[in-house]
């Protein structure tokens, strides 16, 4: 008991801050008395992280609207978070009017509060509506040559070895290659941008430390310079790829300000890297532990089509994402005041029984599989047909040439972020 009291305690000096950001108080110690007792819970603890999944249903069953200590809800049921997330009553806080206050300064919030994921209706509307008419269906088709070409890369180099980690040798690279290839960056370019990309992950954690923070806002001032000199480059000598299409949209549509080009450009940037490489990695992962299901996959890759759905319900790479109410509003027999800050717990929600019989079970085969692991409503992710496409194509590869591969003789490391469910390593041999 102590050593979760004590983690959390740890993580509890950078909440005041974090409070404050969304206007909440500090729980009386009471309320975090009973909450550490009762239903301890460190999301930075590593057993945690290496199965959350019994916490969660015991959440679920004990309190599905959850009012943690530190006052933010937490929503475990499949209908609540359908409700939370197509009623407008709840959405996000102005985050552009808090960055141009005089105080905000740096680039991270000049970034964030552009992006359309940060924005509400109808700014959220208009600038989803120009990235979606170049980020099209047909954008993403043309893009399948590329991805086998990174994946085919990437297993020839580790093939004479008959040993990877799954993570840092491929599913680390593959969705860099690709995100670069869309967006017409050179690929030494693209690896500087990758290392860039990883710090900011911690935009989207729960309670990331000051020196976290620090970290992300030099990598965003970085990764904005970069962008702002594509950007300008791409004016002069527009190409085929995703920033030219998004430039000539400015052009001649005048539909979004140079913030807001800029930061939608990063946001697609980094959007589809972090996830990405936690999908491919733990979805590896997934399979291994389920040897038929990776046998089935081998006779049958058209299995895949619909098999991809259940890897992302069973072990979801974005595992908590959020609204604030902008008035007070009953959710699930409880009512949330004007301000309080209500989260998705994605992994909970996808193994919640009332919508997914035996949700425990991984079944390739699963049917109405309408998990929550894209979001839904609005927001709902832009790039899944893309992420969708990257995991079918790697693993109908991985199968297809390894037809052999097993779990390696070191055990996987899970990352220590809460927000983005990732592994850091994974050994595999063939
Ligand atoms: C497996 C990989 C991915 C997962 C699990 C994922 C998950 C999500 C989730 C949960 C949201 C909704 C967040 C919310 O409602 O607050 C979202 C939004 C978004 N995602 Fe993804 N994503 C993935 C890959 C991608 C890729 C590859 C791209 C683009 C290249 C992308 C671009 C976006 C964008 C632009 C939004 C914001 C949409 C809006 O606000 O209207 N994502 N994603």
Redesign the pocket.
């Known amino acids: 008991m102590l050593d979760p009291v004590w983690r959390l305690a740890r993580r509890a000096r950078n909440i005041p801050r974090r409070l404050a950001l969304v206007g909440m108080r500090l729980p009386p110690l009471r309320r975090l008395l009973r909450f550490l007792l009762d239903l301890p819970f460190d999301p930075y603890d590593s057993g945690f992280r290496a199965d959350p999944y019994p916490f969660y249903h015991r959440l679920r069953e004990r309190a599905p609207v959850y009012r943690s200590p530190f006052g933010v809800w937490f929503v475990t049921r499949y209908a609540d978070a359908v409700a939370l997330?197509t009623d407008p009553r709840f959405n996000h806080p102005d985050h552009r009017a808090q960055a141009q206050h005089p105080q905000a300064g740096g680039a991270l919030a000049l970034v964030r509060s552009n992006?359309?994921?940060t924005?509400n209706p109808p700014d959220?509307t208009r600038?989803?509506r120009v990235?979606a008419d170049v980020?099209t269906a047909s954008f993403v088709a043309d893009l399948r040559p590329r991805i086998q070409a990174a994946v085919d890369l990437l297993l020839d180099r580790v093939e004479k070895a008959r040993r990877m980690d799954a993570v840092t040798d491929f599913a680390a690279k593959l969705?860099v290659a690709v995100?670069a290839g869309?967006f017409g960056i050179p690929s030494d370019d693209a690896a500087r941008c990758q290392t860039w990309a990883r710090p900011m992950s911690v935009l989207f954690d729960l309670a990331p430390t000051r020196a976290e923070l620090a970290g992300a806002e030099a990598a965003v001032g970085r990764i904005a310079e970069y962008f702002r000199g594509l950007i300008g480059e791409r004016r002069k000598w527009p190409g085929a790829d995703l920033i030219s299409a998004l430039v000539q949209a400015q052009q001649s549509e005048g539909c979004l300000d140079d913030d807001e080009l800029l930061a939608?450009c990063i946001?697609?940037?980094i959007?589809?890297y972090e996830?990405?490489v936690?999908?491919v990695g733990t979805t590896i992962l997934t399979l291994l532990r389920h040897p038929a299901a990776w046998k089935a996959l081998g006779s049958d890759p058209g299995l895949l089509q619909s098999g991809v759905d259940e890897l992302?319900r069973y072990e979801?790479?974005?595992q908590t994402?959020?609204?604030q109410a902008q008035e007070d509003v009953v959710l699930g027999e409880k009512r949330i005041r004007r301000g309080q800050t209500v989260l998705v717990l994605?992994g909970a929600v996808n193994r919640d029984p009332a919508k997914f019989p035996d949700p425990d079970r991984f079944d390739l085969a699963r049917r109405n599989n309408h998990h929550?692991?894209?979001?839904?409503?609005?927001?709902?992710?832009?790039?899944?047909g893309?992420?969708r496409l990257?995991?079918q194509v790697a693993l109908e590869t991985l199968v297809r040439r390894f037809p052999g591969l097993r779990l390696g003789d070191r055990p996987p490391v899970w990352r220590a972020e809460f927000a983005i469910r990732a592994l850091d390593s994974l050994p595999v041999a063939w």
């Open positions: 997330l992006m359309m994921i924005r959220q600038l989803r990235v980020f969705p995100i869309a939608n946001l697609l940037f959007a589809g996830t990405t936690a999908f992302l979801s790479p974005i994402f959020g609204r994605v929550l692991a894209f979001g839904h409503g609005i927001h709902a992710c832009l790039g899944q893309l992420s990257e995991g």
